[in-house]
């Protein structure tokens, strides 16, 4: 049976829930994950399901980026992988990787610059 009621999990939600619209795999990004003290965040660079937390569990931990002292670590074959295999960056991981110059090999352009081509 492909529809059931979530109103036993969610009574908010009174249509039924169809499984064959429930992305199986959901898409990869590249963003980081907060750490350390308060006023002394640091972030991770991690390879992430797009509909996990923030600081949910990661697939992969490809990278360091501490903004206080601008120190950046990178996993190049492990970012690479990750791209070729059809990952998205955010805006901020992307910045970093460009910083980098990482990005010079994948056809990957910010949504702004895509709008002003169209």
Wanted: charged share 35%; with cysteine; hydrophobic share 35%.
């Amino acid at each position: 049976m492909d529809l059931f009621w979530l109103s036993c999990r969610d009574p908010y939600r009174s249509k039924p829930f169809n499984l064959n619209d429930v992305a199986l795999n959901p898409m990869i990004k590249l963003r980081l994950k907060r750490f350390g003290k308060k006023r002394e965040v640091s972030y991770r660079i991690v390879a992430i399901n797009s509909d996990a937390r923030r600081d949910g569990r990661p697939l992969e931990e490809i990278g360091f980026y501490n903004p206080r002292t601008d120190e950046i670590r990178l996993d190049v074959p492990a970012i690479t992988r990750r791209l070729e295999q059809g990952a998205q960056p955010t805006k901020t991981v992307r910045h970093i990787l460009e910083k980098a110059n990482l990005l010079e090999k994948f056809d990957i352009k910010a949504k702004t610059e895509a709008k002003a081509e169209v």
